[in-house]
């Protein structure tokens, strides 16, 4: 068997196009940060989709639908009116209305668009910002484990350092305060969250908040939550974001976006919105390493987010959870898998503990073997092996053959060792 997934993991994207590069050239924080295994996986399948294969991705997370069509026509209308030009550094007054608007209407978060939100591209860049924009050197963040793949390396690059607290099963992948508590030092800054989280799909309660918030208030910690999959919440459960909670406000940086929600992940757009004083600093940042955040992509997203979704976006999350019902259903009717329907977002974290492959091992195999990419637990952290993320929300035809190919690829396999 080979080990494209465990080769792609060791090696950096240079390597990977065969452009390699000496490291002695580089910088020793690039040196020291690992490559994207959801992003690298998915590249792969693109290349292997070039040369005529017939892949079943359920890597990224990305979603099969397109950007529903109000959205595009109003970025279409902004472009071809000739709004391409940059914009402030902050964003534009229509966008960060938009959010504010937004923050009201959904989160109960009351939220002044000239101080304290910007435009950013996506999530991924709003959480460098707001860790380049509080971290000194040596800092460290508490991270879930596991965690989505990009946090790590995001804070070394920050000059942070990472502390890895477990999710563990029992605890239904929560926190216990004794947990946090245990887990602080005179270095501890920074609380990092995602809810929905990914990977394990959890939705964090209000009494989940609450041993976070009096953790971050008794210890005076930050507070940056990724809540990119705030809508996406399934069987009735309801987002709340932390900053609400008493004494939260001033504390927390809270970074959302569309890309997931409205199917817009090539669209790069997002935003943050954190305490005026804060926001002073981080404007500076975003004028140096970004100018801003295209013009005509904050039109398309502020349409998104002046107004309650559509009837065809909340047709479209009652498909995706429909999805999600069928996909863990149909992962758990193949031999040695287990899983549960995730509570919010895409993704079905699968117990494979039964089937005697590690998380390399198995995504290697469905990727050789029947052409199904898979993202290993592992890249998400020590306390993620043993599992495996895969996408719920592609097309139903591309859901139904996924499962049939991982049912052929282990069926006769694990049912020797069970």
């Excluded at 860790?131 to 484990?145: A, C, K, P, R, Y």
């Excluded at 990914?198 to 309660?205: D, M, Y």
């Excluded at 199904?372 to 092996?385: I, M, R």
Aim: hydrophobic share 40%; charged share 25%; aromatic share 8%.
């Amino acid at each position: 068997m080979g080990s494209f997934v465990k080769g792609y993991l060791q090696a950096s994207a240079e390597e990977y196009l065969g452009e390699k590069i000496h490291m002695g050239l580089l910088g020793k924080r690039i040196d020291h940060i690992t490559a994207s295994a959801t992003v690298g996986i998915a590249d792969k399948v693109s290349w292997l989709k070039q040369q005529g294969h017939e892949v079943i991705d359920f890597s990224a997370g990305r979603a099969f639908e397109p950007t529903p069509g109000y959205v595009s026509r109003a970025a279409s209308e902004a472009l071809l009116a000739g709004d391409t030009h940059q914009t402030m550094a902050q964003g534009t007054p229509q966008f960060r209305k938009a959010c504010a608007d937004k923050l009201l209407r959904e989160n109960s978060l009351e939220a002044d668009w000239e101080t304290e939100i910007i435009a950013t591209m996506g999530v991924k860049q709003a959480l460098l910002l707001g860790l380049l924009g509080i971290l000194n050197t040596g800092d460290e963040v508490l991270v879930e484990d596991p965690c989505f793949v990009s946090y790590p390396p995001l804070v070394s690059i920050a000059g942070g350092r990472v502390r890895r607290i477990p999710l563990r099963r029992e605890n239904r992948f929560r926190w216990t305060k004794d947990q946090l508590m245990d887990s602080i030092t005179d270095r501890t800054r920074v609380i990092l969250i995602n809810s929905p989280q990914n990977p394990t799909g959890t939705v964090h309660t209000r009494t989940d908040l609450e041993i976070i918030a009096e953790v971050a208030r008794t210890y005076d910690l930050m507070v940056i939550t990724d809540e990119v999959y705030e809508q996406v919440t399934w069987d009735g459960r309801q987002h709340i974001c932390i900053a609400t909670l008493p004494g939260m406000r001033k504390r927390t940086i809270t970074c959302m976006g569309l890309t997931k929600t409205f199917s817009m992940g090539g669209w790069r757009i997002g935003f943050i919105f954190a305490p005026a004083e804060i926001m002073e600093g981080l404007v500076k940042l975003q004028a140096h390493l970004l100018t801003c955040t295209n013009s005509f992509s904050q039109a398309g997203a502020a349409k998104a987010l002046s107004e309650p979704p559509r009837k065809e976006v909340k047709e479209l999350w009652r498909e995706w959870e429909a999805r999600c019902e069928y996909m863990t259903s149909g992962l758990n009717a193949i031999p040695g898998l287990s899983c549960t329907k995730p509570e919010g977002g895409f993704y079905a974290w699968v117990d494979i503990s039964r089937t005697g492959f590690t998380s390399l091992q198995l995504a290697d195999k469905l990727l050789e073997e029947e052409k199904v990419a898979v993202v290993p637990g592992s890249a998400f952290g020590p306390n993620g092996e043993g599992y495996l993320r895969i996408n719920c929300v592609r097309d139903r035809k591309e859901l139904q053959e996924g499962l049939e190919r991982i049912r052929r690829a282990l069926t006769e396999t694990v049912n020797q060792r069970l």
